[in-house]
């Protein structure tokens, strides 16, 4: 059973920074893309950022060059660094993982959420 858990959430002010973690269960080599998604109240939950299964960085046109996701090989961590944090990036903040084989077929597996609130 793959496990996700995240940490780094909390307020901040516009402009301030925090980098969020996502600690898995599993290598991260292990999984053909990671990512973090968001959801505001009242929204849908939106693609924030990703790596591939070629480790390809995506980013979402709201967030590209405030934010930027890495890893840690070593830690089986994922990060989330946020820059120039604004109001509208309050959401509530999921790591996410995908892996795809023969005998199990395509799986994802979300974390539990961690929120981000950005506010004077």
């Known amino acids: 059973q793959v496990q996700l858990v995240e940490s780094g959430g909390g307020a901040v002010q516009p402009g301030g920074s925090l980098r969020l973690s996502c600690l898995t269960s599993?290598?991260?080599?292990?999984?053909?893309?990671m990512g973090w998604y968001r959801q505001a109240p009242g929204k849908q939950r939106e693609f924030v950022a990703r790596?591939?299964?070629?480790?390809?960085?995506n980013y979402a046109d709201s967030v590209r060059g405030r934010f930027t996701i890495s890893k840690d090989d070593a830690k089986n961590t994922v990060y989330l660094n946020m820059n120039n944090l604004k109001p509208e990036d309050t959401a509530t903040y999921y790591c996410?993982?995908?892996?795809?084989?023969?005998?199990?077929?395509?799986?994802?597996?979300w974390g539990q959420g961690t929120q981000v609130t950005v506010s004077s």
């Open positions: 996410h993982a995908l892996r795809s084989s023969v005998l199990e077929g395509r799986r994802e597996w």
């Open positions: 599993e290598s991260i080599s292990s999984f053909n893309a």
């Open positions: 790596f591939t299964a070629a480790r390809v960085k």
